[in-house]
């Protein structure tokens, strides 16, 4: 059975610091996996989604990487903001026609200014 | 805009008690999804619906029901044999085809017990 684990489950930094999340995944043979913002008390919203070919994405400053291998994938994001503040949770598909997502307990992010 | 509604944003339960959440959309997604969060926790997949007029379990089915009469909603059924409801439960959709699109996610149902 996949999981996923996320680590730190809590990090904070100074504002414009650039920050690494990562996420590790038991079964390397995915779909892909996508990464998710968290505001407290609201729903998810999703910021990239690499696919099991891809090796990384990019949206503005944020960079997500894939290493199926090894069963890892981080998100880079640079020049921190305190709007960046949130929980960013990793989420894996791993197929089987049922597009069923196995979460990670999620890395608890804090800016601050 | 489109989106997914999910309403209500609260909702309290008294013991026994059936209660129904929600959920919209107007992505015109073929698929759809309910998921229960608890603090501290991943999200845990309930049910999820590839087209209308079926569903199938997830991990934690036990004590919910669905029904997907059109694609546009998936409401959720807490029934009283759920005996630990409290929680925070998701819906989100997905275009469906293949597994390469990104889940988007409404806003919510808390789900407390009175």
């Known amino acids: 059975k996949q999981e996923v684990t996320q680590i730190p489950a809590a990090l904070s930094v100074p504002e414009g610091e650039n920050l690494v999340l990562n996420c590790s995944f038991t079964?390397?043979?995915?779909?892909?996996l996508q990464w998710f913002r968290q505001d407290p008390g609201k729903g998810l919203t999703s910021l990239l989604l690499?696919?099991?070919?891809?090796r990384e994405q990019t949206s503005g400053r944020l960079n997500a990487s894939l290493d199926k291998s090894s069963g890892r994938s981080t998100l880079y994001i640079a020049a921190s903001q305190p709007g960046d503040s949130a929980t960013y949770l990793c989420?894996?598909?791993?197929?089987?026609?049922?597009?069923?997502?196995?979460f990670g307990k999620g890395t608890k992010l804090s800016v601050i200014p | 805009d489109g989106g997914i509604t999910q309403s209500p944003k609260y909702l309290f339960r008294k013991e026994g008690q059936n209660v129904t959440l929600s959920c919209e959309q107007n992505?015109?997604?073929?698929?759809m999804y309910w998921y229960r969060q608890d603090p501290g926790q991943g999200l845990r997949l309930i049910y999820y619906?590839?087209?209308?007029?079926?569903?199938q379990k997830g991990d934690i089915a036990e004590g919910y029901s669905v029904s997907r009469e059109k694609k546009e909603s998936f409401p959720l059924t807490v029934t009283s044999a759920q005996k630990n409801p409290t929680a925070f439960y998701l819906c989100?959709?997905?275009?469906?085809?293949?597994?390469?699109?990104?889940?988007?996610f409404g806003d919510g149902t808390r789900l407390s017990i009175l």
């Open positions: 989100a959709s997905s275009v469906g085809t293949g597994g390469y699109q990104p889940q988007h």
């Open positions: 989420a894996v598909d791993s197929g089987a026609g049922s597009y069923q997502l196995t």
């Open positions: 079964d390397s043979a995915i779909y892909n």
């Open positions: 690499i696919q099991s070919s891809q």
């Open positions: 619906s590839q087209i209308v007029n079926d569903f």
């Open positions: 992505l015109n997604h073929d698929a």
